[in-house]
């Protein structure tokens, strides 16, 4: 075999002109074992190195450094940063993938007995650092909209939840009023106007940050737990006790058959807005109803079921219940709970289901695994 030699980048860019697809072919070899370490289900898509390597040659050729083209920049590495984004890498390694071109070309040049060196070398590396900055700049820029969004949806979930237990005191004040006579009444008929309208302009704050921040992100969970084992009873027990109001309110007989003795180990927080939804969702269809909730452990896998004999969830909505900003015409509501629902239960690595026939009911089952080892 020769010894590779030295060249002009005019000689390398004569070689590089007829070798475009064997350089792809190699850079494709390279960055397929790179992508199986990562573990990635499909293929690169690689359509605009062609661009990048044809436009490397004409810089070759004339022996001076060059800038991408106007419909590159704007074009082929950002949005292939975008991609990279979305199929789960990390910015060093979109890096990577383009320093395996680096490579390409070595490999390529080296096997029809050329260098790529000095001004060569140079030249190559400008181009190719220029796609790299951009596809960075553009894999950057994706992942701080996608934290934004997660974090206006963050808030429109804690906006939602607000909602439940600022009716149940909203209930209670009212209940207060009903108790006491006309003279109390009147001495503290001011307090209670000021209540009123204070509790008002949450209810409207709430509203607001609910429809401006609820857009879905596609990202997956904001919601991120901190586990520990605890006694599931007592905490669905005082959230019944604390939504007594609102069951009042709809005329709903709420039942916990939660075994006494059942523990499970889960962000103690999340499961209560996990229950306070789904009993929300269960007062709206079973007025002058019965809900219960109960649960096991199955395996390790603590099993919850909210069920009640209400209305039922119409038939076109069940597939699509848990669908963030679905609503039921006929009901009021912002078509957060559920979804908010079904993110805490699939952020312990649980899943969630509906089931129900019209007229007789609707059941929602939810389980929550241990957590992982290791």
Same mark, same amino acid.
């Given at each position: 075999?020769?010894?590779?030699?030295?060249?002009? !980048?005019?000689?390398?860019?004569?070689?590089?002109?007829?070798?475009?697809?064997?350089? /792809?072919?190699?850079?494709?070899?390279?960055?397929?074992?790179?992508?199986?370490?990562?573990?990635?289900?499909?293929?690169?898509?690689?359509?605009?190195? !062609?661009?990048?390597?044809?436009?490397?040659?004409?810089?070759?050729?004339?022996?001076?450094?060059?800038?991408?083209?106007?419909?590159?920049?704007?074009?082929?590495? !950002?949005?292939?940063? $975008?991609?990279?984004?979305?199929?789960?890498?990390?910015?060093?390694?979109?890096?990577?993938?383009?320093?395996?071109?680096?490579?390409?070309?070595?490999?390529?040049?080296?096997?029809?007995?050329? @260098?790529?060196?000095?001004?060569?070398?140079?030249?190559?590396?400008?181009?190719?650092?220029?796609?790299?900055?951009?596809?960075?700049?553009?894999?950057?820029?994706? *992942?701080?909209?996608?934290?934004?969004?997660?974090?206006?949806?963050?808030?429109?979930? +804690?906006?939602?939840?607000?909602?439940?237990?600022?009716?149940?005191?909203?209930?209670?004040?009212?209940?207060?009023? @009903?108790?006491?006579?006309?003279?109390?009444?009147?001495?503290?008929?001011?307090?209670?106007?000021?209540?009123?309208?204070?509790?008002?302009?949450?209810?409207?704050?709430?509203?607001?940050?609910?429809?401006?921040?609820?857009?879905?992100?596609?990202?997956?969970?904001?919601?991120?737990?901190?586990?520990?084992?605890?006694?599931?009873?007592?905490?669905?027990?005082?959230?019944?006790?604390?939504?007594?109001?609102?069951?009042?309110?709809?005329?709903?007989?709420? /039942?916990?058959?939660?075994?006494?003795?059942?523990?499970?180990?889960?962000?103690? #927080?999340?499961?209560? *807005?996990?229950?306070?939804?789904?009993?929300?969702?269960?007062?709206?269809?079973?007025?002058?109803?019965?809900?219960? $909730?109960?649960? *096991?452990?199955?395996? #390790?896998?603590?099993?919850?079921?909210?069920?009640?004999?209400?209305?039922? +969830?119409?038939?076109?909505?069940?597939?699509?219940?848990?669908?963030?900003?679905?609503?039921?015409?006929?009901?009021?509501g912002t078509g957060l709970g559920l979804a908010i629902v079904k993110q805490i239960v699939e952020a312990h690595g649980g899943t969630v289901s509906a089931e129900s026939v019209h007229g007789a009911g609707a059941k929602f089952t939810f389980t929550i695994p241990p957590p992982a080892?290791?």
């Open positions: 075999m020769s010894v590779p030699e030295f060249c002009t !980048p005019e000689e390398l860019a004569e070689v590089f002109g007829k070798c475009q697809e064997e350089i /792809i072919s190699e850079w494709r070899v390279q960055a397929s074992r790179l992508l199986a370490e990562l573990k990635l289900d499909k293929p690169t898509i690689t359509d605009h190195l !062609p661009d990048v390597i044809a436009e490397i040659t004409r810089d070759l050729a004339l022996s001076r450094d060059g800038t991408l083209s106007a419909e590159h920049t704007r074009g082929s590495p !950002p949005a292939h940063g $975008v991609q990279r984004f979305h199929d789960g890498l990390d910015a060093g390694e979109v890096v990577a993938e383009y320093n395996l071109l680096r490579v390409a070309f070595n490999t390529v040049a080296e096997r029809h007995g050329l @260098y790529v060196a000095g001004e060569t070398a140079r030249i190559i590396n400008h181009r190719i650092d220029e796609a790299v900055r951009l596809a960075v700049m553009a894999f950057a820029a994706q *992942q701080a909209l996608i934290r934004k969004e997660q974090d206006d949806e963050h808030l429109a979930f +804690i906006a939602h939840d607000l909602r439940t237990p600022l009716n149940a005191v909203s209930l209670l004040v009212e209940e207060l009023k @009903y108790g006491m006579d006309e003279k109390a009444l009147a001495e503290a008929g001011e307090l209670f106007e000021s209540l009123n309208r204070n509790l008002e302009r949450v209810g409207d704050l709430i509203k607001r940050v609910v429809e401006t921040k609820a857009q879905p992100s596609g990202m997956g969970s904001s919601f991120r737990p901190e586990r520990r084992t605890f006694d599931l009873w007592p905490l669905v027990q005082r959230l019944i006790l604390d939504l007594r109001a609102v069951a009042a309110k709809n005329d709903s007989k709420v /039942i916990n058959e939660i075994p006494r003795t059942l523990t499970i180990s889960a962000d103690a #927080g999340l499961i209560s *807005q996990v229950f306070q939804n789904l009993l929300g969702n269960a007062f709206k269809y079973a007025a002058r109803g019965k809900v219960t $909730v109960s649960a *096991q452990d199955d395996a #390790g896998t603590i099993v919850c079921v909210v069920h009640d004999n209400g209305a039922g +969830i119409p038939l076109e909505m069940l597939s699509r219940v848990f669908d963030k900003l679905t609503t039921d015409p006929d009901m009021e080892v290791g």
